[in-house]
DNA sequence: CCCTAAATTAACCAAATGGTTAAACCATTA
DNA sequence: TAATGGTTTAACCATTTGGTTAATTTAGGG
């Protein structure tokens, strides 16, 4: 019994993952989820009362699971500013490479919902405030330049994310369409982003 | 007649890009529209046959109007690289800022919907080579240094474009969501930014 | 082996939604 | 002013969609 219910309940889970990361919160069909669970649609409302609910969990799931877990461990680790841009450029676009549908799937909650925020995501407890400081002292003990942290940060953010999203965008227009030489591209700024950024924080002299 | 022609065709196509801007495809009503631009909903289909075709023009017209005229513009007018980075993410910038919306809403479309860009986008003509040129000939002769071409265009294009979409997201985790700052921030990337990226394109000496 | 409670399903339902139709309206012009 | 053709509307329609209900199946404990 409880061997099966979770199975039953994870492969909810997972086909209702697949379809809303895929079509999004409206474009997402019940029935649909159904199928791909390979179950009635009535037990999706058995077990999650309804699409909001569903979705919720999802999307609790999604963020917590995928997102901010290794994030935070690097943060918490690194204490070396040039360091963590390193790891944390390589671990990020790693992580969504590998799961490319996330980050526009929760920018779209978000955008569409704001609010969805302040609860769940914020209440994780990411410790911006460690990487915040990390940035001022670097720049106090001259490892890098003066730089407001949250442009620092936006910038990085910005370029390990954005290619990702955008990439249906960016493989036709700059890479003539070829899927190959994308992905070597995304390879690539695992340092290159990290590279670009260093030259561009490192101090006056 | 041909006066109040243009009126109700217009005034359906802005209520369709409110809608269609604000919640998605999917997620917008046919209704809806119809209710906004203060028409019948009949009308709708009688100047734009479906939502596929209305969301069409609507698409169409985004992206032609108000994207790609000003960024040809600069990228035929510049010859300097580094001007050229200057002026193109002040504009750049500029218009995201004046049309929030938008970035989202073509990402949004152009990602659940691959294929859209090959037909009217592309052939729209911007002139990528331009700037796949500008930049090696820059680096050749030693006023950047060596850089892939698309490294530096997605960077760019990246910390303009994505610090927008993302604003739900990162107004209230790094701004304490007051936003009177992040619209300054916004406003102080337009010269940040490129300071950001000459720094990093110097020239090794 | 039977009883009970949970799990699962088939059949429905009501509301929403994109789309259609036929009639009314309005402006122009012959 | 009456005919004409484009414009606009009210009323419908068929389908989709999220959700419900009542009945059936399944598994475990006494």
Do not use: C, W
């Not at 997402?28 to 179950?39: K, L, P």
């Not at 965008?169 to 369409?177: A, E, G, K, V």
Request: hydrophobic share 40%.
């Amino acid at each position: 019994m409880t061997d099966k219910d979770l199975k039953t309940e994870e492969k909810i889970l997972e086909a209702a993952a697949n379809e809303f990361l895929q079509k999004g919160k409206s474009g997402a069909r019940m029935q649909e989820i159904a199928n791909n669970a390979g179950i009635n649609k009535a037990l999706l409302h058995y077990y999650y009362r309804s699409k909001d609910k569903l979705f919720e969990s999802v999307f609790t799931v999604v963020i917590k699971k995928l997102l901010l877990s290794k994030v935070n461990k690097i943060i918490e680790e690194e204490k070396d500013a040039i360091g963590l841009v390193r790891r944390f450029v390589a671990t990020y676009i790693d992580i969504i490479n590998k799961n490319p549908m996330i980050p526009f799937f929760v920018l779209e909650e978000i955008t569409k919902n704001p609010g969805r925020l302040t609860n769940s995501m914020l209440n994780s407890g990411l410790p911006i405030n460690k990487v915040f400081n990390l940035i001022n002292d670097s720049a106090k003990q001259g490892v890098i330049r003066e730089i407001e942290p949250q442009q620092l940060i936006i910038n990085i953010l910005s370029m390990s994310i954005f290619p990702v999203i955008g990439r249906n965008m960016f493989q036709p227009i700059l890479f003539n369409d070829n899927k190959k030489a994308f992905d070597q591209f995304l390879e690539s700024r695992k340092t290159e982003v990290a590279d670009f950024i260093i030259r561009s924080i490192q101090p006056d002299k």
